[in-house]
């Protein structure tokens, strides 16, 4: 069955004429010397490639800073060319912002470039990548051909850092995952949250802690009250000019608890709570049902076990 | 009309009626399993099996996290059930478990782990022998934010090993309604180095001593199992009890 359908995938990959994997990168232009690729606000589909995710580069006076490598080699290869088409300046560090695999599996393409993440996702990546790069294969088919795990050297630290004469601000929080890290660059005033925010397009949860995920959202709002301030590339979905995709994962995140809880407080069992319905505010957005469906699959066992009292 | 063909047409009414539930055999799966008919020896030879609507198997059509998939299991509209098979026909263990409805409505909520897509199936054996198969595909994928959590196994869970924590319903539209977990690591023996080591027996009694249901488990039952059934009429304290493959036994009371 399993290999039916790998070769379905690889059979719709074709289908879609991505014969060429090209993931289309254009850099969009999020402030001076800041620029960002924005990937759909789909699933993983042999047709996308798994290109539903943004990365991003800051050009220091010193040389580029890249911000996540992307699904895959090809993504890779194909962002570093796109970065070189707006800027010639060598590659000086490659970041990844947390361990899922739409953010670090193009790291093969930057060999020679020092690869830099926070404590947790480079044990989360060395335990977990192999893994995520299997299922991406079987998700999204040929476009990740060749791809390997590379783990980041370099452990990052949360504080100021200067790379390239460009001053960052890195923010060592967790919510998401274990370990996420968000990046805020004071020259432009742009903050990468990584996917602590998405913008447009459903919260993903697989690893996720909501209560750590909401205290890192305040975190990052204080930022965007200060002065130089200027812009947001959240992990999924659209830049912003203001705190909108931090607002909007927060209430997601503090519906989607609260869901969790009443069902969990009214008795009903994971497949009851999957059917109910989403508010209309957040139905509207991209991937609401199935990204719903895949966190009560997530979150409701913990949830449960809060209310079930032990018994003797 | 002689009395040998009297009986001749009784006997061929008798064919006639009996035909369609013999048919059920021959019936074309609506779930068109290719292993649907290797299923065959899960039943009694000569059983007569049934595919029937009113055997539902809810369960999310994609699974995300392949080690928590949720079933409901409902042939309560069959009337009087002895026993439901639950089973997945192309998991390497393919039997998931039994439960024999008594006091309670042959009703259940669970979790299983499911190794690749496959149909989910319940056959409910009502008094006249007669099995009634319902089902649904589960397909299981999973990657990138879309991969099942990894919690490892806390290291005290020996201390934890078959505790239970529960609850009843009595009010609003859940009423009659018992939730319940059993810690345990359901391991299937399918991982190498880790023997096969699950709850084998677990029975509920309600406050008038009367059996609701008794569950024989299987390793594909979730780890850390969670059952969702309901009391049935008499309400107070619900007793659950039971033991594993390794004869760890447990007693415990879900207060009202
Ligand atoms: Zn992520």
Same mark, same amino acid.
């Given at each position: 069955?399993?290999?039916?359908?790998?070769?379905?995938?690889?059979?719709?990959?074709?289908?879609?004429?991505?014969?060429?994997?090209?993931?289309?990168?254009?850099?969009?232009?999020?402030?001076?010397?800041?620029?960002?690729?924005?990937?759909?606000?789909?699933?993983?589909?042999?047709?996308?490639?798994?290109?539903?995710?943004?990365?991003?580069?800051?050009?220091?006076?010193?040389?580029?800073?890249?911000?996540?490598?992307?699904?895959?080699?090809?993504?890779?290869?194909?962002?570093?060319?796109?970065?070189?088409?707006?800027?010639?300046?060598?590659?000086?560090?490659?970041?990844?912002?947390?361990?899922?695999?739409?953010?670090?599996?193009?790291?093969?393409?930057?060999?020679?470039?020092?690869?830099?993440?926070?404590?947790?996702?480079?044990?989360?990546?060395?335990?977990?990548?192999?893994?995520?790069?299997?299922?991406?294969?079987?998700?999204?088919?040929?476009?990740?051909?060749?791809?390997?795990?590379?783990?980041?050297?370099?452990?990052?630290?949360?504080?100021?850092?200067?790379?390239?004469?460009?001053?960052?601000?890195?923010?060592?929080?967790?919510?998401?995952?274990?370990?996420?890290?968000?990046?805020?660059?004071?020259?432009?005033?742009?903050?990468?949250?990584?996917?602590?925010?998405?913008?447009?397009?459903?919260?993903?949860?697989?690893?996720?802690?909501?209560?750590?995920?909401?205290?890192?959202?305040?975190?990052?709002?204080?930022?965007?009250?200060?002065?130089?301030?200027?812009?947001?590339?959240?992990?999924?979905?659209?830049?912003?000019?203001?705190?909108?995709?931090?607002?909007?994962?927060?209430?997601?995140?503090?519906?989607?608890?609260?869901?969790?809880?009443?069902?969990?407080?009214?008795?009903?069992?994971?497949?009851?709570?999957?059917?109910?319905?989403?508010?209309?505010?957040?139905?509207?957005?991209?991937?609401?049902?199935?990204?719903?469906?895949?966190?009560?699959?997530?979150?409701?066992?913990?949830?449960?076990?809060?209310?079930?009292?032990?018994?003797? | 009309?002689?009395?040998?063909?009297?009986?001749?047409?009784?006997?061929?009414?008798?064919?006639?009626?009996?035909?369609?539930?013999?048919?059920?055999?021959?019936?074309?799966?609506?779930?068109?399993?290719?292993?649907?008919?290797?299923?065959?020896?899960?039943?009694?030879?000569?059983?007569?099996?049934?595919?029937?609507?009113?055997?539902?198997?809810?369960?999310?059509?994609?699974?995300?996290?392949?080690?928590?998939?949720?079933?409901?299991?409902?042939? #309560?509209?069959?009337?009087?059930? #002895?026993?439901?098979?639950?089973?997945?026909?192309?998991?390497?263990?393919?039997?998931?478990?039994?439960?024999?409805?008594?006091?309670?409505?042959?009703?259940?909520?669970?979790?299983?782990?499911?190794?690749?897509?496959?149909?989910?199936?319940?056959?409910?054996?009502?008094?006249?022998?007669?099995?009634?198969?319902?089902?649904?595909?589960?397909?299981?994928?999973?990657?990138?934010?879309?991969?099942? #959590?990894?919690?490892?196994?806390?290291?005290?869970?020996?201390?934890?090993?078959?505790?239970?924590?529960?609850?009843?319903?009595?009010?609003?539209?859940?009423?009659?309604?018992?939730?319940?977990?059993?810690?345990?690591?359901?391991?299937?023996?399918?991982?190498?180095?880790?023997?096969?080591?699950?709850?084998?027996?677990?029975?509920?009694?309600?406050?008038?001593?009367?059996?609701?249901?008794?569950?024989?488990?299987?390793?594909?039952? #979730?780890?850390?199992?969670?059952?969702?059934?309901?009391?049935?009429?008499?309400?107070?304290?619900?007793?659950?009890?039971?033991?594993?493959?390794?004869?760890?036994?447990?007693?415990?009371?879900?207060?009202?």
């Amino acid at each position: 069955m399993k290999r039916w359908l790998s070769g379905f995938l690889v059979l719709l990959a074709g289908a879609a004429g991505a014969a060429d994997f090209d993931y289309g990168l254009k850099a969009q232009r999020v402030a001076d010397g800041v620029h960002a690729f924005i990937g759909k606000t789909e699933d993983f589909t042999p047709a996308n490639g798994g290109n539903i995710v943004n990365t991003g580069f800051i050009v220091a006076p010193g040389g580029i800073i890249v911000i996540d490598s992307g699904p895959s080699r090809r993504y890779g290869e194909q962002m570093r060319r796109a970065i070189a088409a707006v800027d010639q300046r060598p590659l000086v560090l490659v970041i990844n912002t947390h361990h899922h695999p739409d953010h670090f599996l193009g790291n093969q393409a930057f060999a020679g470039v020092p690869l830099a993440a926070l404590p947790g996702t480079i044990k989360g990546i060395g335990e977990e990548g192999n893994a995520f790069a299997e299922n991406l294969f079987r998700l999204t088919g040929d476009w990740m051909q060749g791809t390997e795990v590379v783990v980041p050297g370099q452990a990052l630290r949360a504080g100021h850092q200067e790379t390239a004469g460009r001053r960052l601000r890195l923010l060592a929080l967790a919510g998401h995952t274990e370990a996420d890290l968000a990046i805020y660059d004071e020259t432009s005033g742009v903050l990468f949250t990584g996917d602590l925010g998405f913008f447009e397009r459903a919260p993903t949860t697989p690893h996720a802690d909501v209560g750590r995920w909401l205290a890192a959202l305040d975190a990052l709002e204080a930022i965007t009250r200060e002065p130089g301030f200027r812009a947001i590339v959240p992990g999924h979905g659209p830049v912003a000019r203001d705190a909108a995709p931090l607002r909007q994962t927060r209430a997601w995140l503090n519906w989607l608890q609260m869901a969790l809880r009443r069902s969990a407080e009214e008795g009903l069992d994971m497949n009851e709570t999957m059917a109910r319905a989403i508010p209309a505010e957040f139905a509207v957005l991209p991937l609401s049902a199935s990204e719903y469906r895949r966190s009560v699959g997530h979150l409701f066992p913990g949830v449960e076990q809060e209310i079930l009292e032990p018994a003797r | 009309m002689n009395l040998m063909t009297g009986i001749a047409a009784v006997l061929l009414a008798v064919l006639a009626t009996v035909r369609p539930a013999l048919a059920g055999q021959d019936e074309v799966d609506p779930l068109a399993s290719p292993r649907w008919a290797d299923m065959r020896y899960l039943f009694p030879e000569g059983a007569t099996l049934r595919f029937d609507p009113r055997v539902r198997v809810l369960a999310p059509a994609v699974a995300e996290n392949p080690l928590q998939v949720p079933l409901t299991v409902d042939a #309560s509209e069959l009337g009087p059930v #002895s026993e439901v098979l639950v089973f997945a026909d192309f998991n390497p263990i393919v039997e998931v478990m039994r439960f024999f409805p008594e006091a309670a409505p042959a009703w259940l909520g669970f979790r299983i782990k499911l190794q690749q897509s496959t149909p989910v199936r319940a056959a409910a054996r009502t008094a006249d022998g007669v099995w009634h198969v319902g089902g649904t595909w589960v397909t299981t994928v999973g990657g990138g934010c879309t991969v099942p #959590s990894a919690k490892a196994g806390s290291p005290d869970w020996q201390a934890r090993l078959n505790q239970v924590s529960g609850r009843q319903w009595n009010r609003g539209a859940q009423a009659d309604r018992i939730r319940l977990r059993i810690e345990h690591p359901m391991d299937t023996g399918l991982v190498a180095g880790i023997p096969a080591f699950h709850l084998d027996q677990v029975e509920l009694l309600d406050a008038a001593g009367q059996r609701l249901m008794r569950l024989q488990l299987h390793e594909p039952v #979730s780890e850390n199992p969670v059952f969702t059934l309901r009391r049935g009429a008499v309400a107070g304290p619900v007793e659950v009890r039971g033991y594993d493959n390794n004869g760890n036994a447990f007693h415990a009371r879900i207060a009202p």
